[in-house]
């Protein structure tokens, strides 16, 4: 059997995930294709956790998968690193926000006026109720 020493990280699960939302559109070769690998077979030694994801790969891969660059350089970070050091590398340089992210940032400005609010309980229990937490 073949090892497979990245196969139980984030970023193995998440390649995997998208890559079937995607297979009514793209095949493995395009997105390859689309992420400048030159082997097809590089999706799915990524996907099936053989193989890890170059940083310096990142953006494109990001872009084939028609994911969120920041969310997938976070994955790619732990896996590369592990989880403390990606922690670590957070702490030291913030966490990248997510274009999804950045909208639910834009509408609480919006909401509030650009009024700064603070976090308080009861909102944080109306974002936990947004989210059925």
């Excluded at 070769?29 to 956790?49: H, L």
């Excluded at 690193?81 to 990248?96: K, L, M, Q």
Aim: proline share 5%; net charge positive; aromatic share 4%.
């Amino acid at each position: 059997m073949t090892k497979k020493p990245h196969q139980d990280t984030r970023l193995a699960k998440y390649v995997e995930r998208r890559i079937l939302e995607l297979k009514s559109r793209k095949t493995h070769a395009e997105i390859a294709a689309q992420a400048g690998f030159v082997n097809p077979n590089m999706i799915t030694m990524i996907k099936q956790g053989k193989s890890k994801a170059a940083l310096d790969r990142i953006p494109a891969l990001a872009r084939a998968l028609e994911c969120d660059p920041a969310y997938l350089m976070r994955l790619s970070l732990e896996q590369s690193v592990g989880r403390t050091a990606a922690a670590a590398v957070i702490e030291i340089f913030g966490s990248p926000v997510t274009a999804n992210e950045l909208g639910w940032i834009e509408a609480i400005r919006a909401a509030s006026g650009n009024s700064d609010p603070r976090l308080t309980s009861r909102a944080q229990a109306a974002i936990n109720a947004i989210f059925g937490r």
